[in-house]
């Protein structure tokens, strides 16, 4: 069974950085989409980012230029690189990818709190 493990969630003052890590069990090139959703408190999870086999991307509007996703194939890994972290950014973030015939696989989940 393909896993996502995700990690780098933590503490962070309003405009730092962190950046998260999504490992897959298999091969990356398994999933034909991955990507990060984050959930607040008391509120829907949303999409923050997307990356599609092909190499395009997707961001929302909240995100757009701060943070960027990107992936190593080798290490079989997709990252989030959050930059000037605001205090809504406080969310679980979690990890997913979609395969043809298997739905979507979610990782864990791993907590980002922007606090000062």
């Known amino acids: 069974q393909v896993q996502l493990v995700e990690s780098g969630g933590g503490l962070v003052q309003p405009g730092g950085s962190l950046r998260l890590s999504c490992a897959t069990s298999g091969s990356i090139f398994n999933f034909n989409l991955m990507g990060w959703y984050r959930q607040a408190p008391g509120k829907q999870r949303e999409l923050v980012a997307q990356m599609f086999t092909g190499g395009s991307t997707n961001y929302a509007d909240s995100v757009k230029g701060r943070f960027t996703i990107s992936r190593d194939n080798f290490k079989n890994t997709v990252y989030l690189q959050m930059n000037r972290l605001k205090p809504e950014d406080t969310a679980v973030y979690y990890c997913?990818?979609?395969?043809?015939?298997?739905?979507?696989?979610w990782g864990q989940g791993t907590q980002v709190t922007v606090s000062s």
């Open positions: 997913y990818g979609d395969r043809d015939g298997h739905g979507t696989t």
